[in-house]
């Protein structure tokens, strides 16, 4: 974190934050997210994600009081064919007797303006709804959406859904095993899968180490997906509303095996959980392309995406045909 120059309007300074403020905003963190381990999230999200340390900018009231923050996460995309770095957006947060004076877009405005010093080509995500408008105001576009989509595993009482679900189960393939220390068999798989991606989160075995094996609530557990021992895909799973729904957090595929790799998802949610559904959100575009109704999944709602490049950024961030988007893509390490 390093101090550039302050951004003003009548009643708050943004600055960039330094080491220094660490305290501060570790108690942001604490109001803004209850219950959150707060220094398990700093050491996972903002000191050891393989794109880079947070970045975070404070607004402060003309008291010096700390009235808000926001952060970006670096990431690094795959684009065209070469890496580039980006971020998420997150841990925007104003304190309640500071809301409802423009402050959110006041951050938002601030860290785009820092985006060429820090070499972030995009910000970018699925905020919820309390953020989209502050993220607008600071420059974000609306590309397209998200959306949820959901697959049956077992309807009815037990007996009867558990015919169902037999009957409706994919047969034989690919078969999952859990992800290994910096996995060499999910850097196979990412190498193979870039090819067929043109904008995405690079999915190596760095990624998933950080993203799921090193997460600190431990609920999203990676997975390889193999086919007579050969990786086809790489995996993240997490259970929800009790047991009754798995959500595939993430899902990457060697080309052209997509739907077997969803089909080995489909068979070890039948055979190893209770879950009655399974859902995943995808990037609305590239999901509907994908074809996910071939695997039994119906489209369920969506919200908005939104991307924010600097006025004279690279404009390939904002082409909505280029993106591969799933929950990986998140600033959270458990939905529950």
């Known amino acids: 974190m390093v101090a550039t120059k302050h951004e003003r309007n009548e009643a708050f300074v943004v600055r960039e934050a330094t080491i220094e403020d660490r305290a501060e905003i570790e108690a942001l963190i604490a109001e803004m997210i209850p219950g959150c381990d707060v220094a ?141 220390e910096l996995d060499p068999r999910v850097d196979t798989v990412w190498m193979e899968a870039k090819r067929d991606l043109r904008l995405a989160a690079i999915r190596d075995a760095k990624f998933y180490q950080w993203r799921f094996r090193d997460a600190p609530a431990q609920r999203e557990p990676g997975y390889v997906i193999l086919d007579d021992h050969r990786p086809i895909g790489a995996c993240a799973l997490e259970s929800l509303r009790g047991g009754d729904e798995l959500h595939i957090v993430d899902v990457v595929a060697v080309p052209g095996r997509w739907h077997a790799c969803l089909d080995a998802i489909i068979r070890h949610a039948g055979d190893r959980t209770r879950a009655r559904s399974l859902t995943i959100k995808l990037f609305t575009n590239d999901a509907r392309r994908r074809r996910m109704w071939q695997s039994g999944f119906i489209e369920r709602g969506t919200k908005p995406f939104l991307c924010m490049i600097h006025k004279d950024g690279d404009r390939r961030f904002l082409d909505p045909q280029r993106w591969f988007y799933t929950g990986a893509d998140a600033d959270l390490d458990t939905l529950e």
């Not at 700390?66 to 952060?71: E, K």
């Not at 397209?144 to 169902?164: D, E, H, M, Q």
């Open 40 to 180: 398990a999230r700093w050491r996972w999200l903002y000191e050891t994600n393989p794109g880079g340390p947070a970045l975070t900018w404070l607004a402060s009231a003309a008291t010096g009081e700390v009235a808000g923050c926001t952060s970006y996460f670096p990431f690094r995309l795959w684009l065209d064919g070469e890496e580039v770095r980006a971020a998420l957006g997150g841990d925007g947060y104003v304190r309640p007797a500071f809301r409802r004076r423009g402050l959110g877009g006041l951050l938002h405005d601030a860290s785009r303006r820092a985006m060429p010093a820090h070499q972030i080509g995009c910000m970018y995500g699925a905020p919820g709804a309390m953020n989209l408008t502050p993220l607008k105001h600071g420059g974000s576009r609306e590309l397209g959406t998200v959306a949820r989509y959901v697959r049956p595993l077992r309807v009815g009482p037990s007996v009867v859904g558990n015919l169902v679900a037999r009957a409706t189960r994919p047969r034989g393939g690919a078969t999952l095993e859990p992800v290994m």
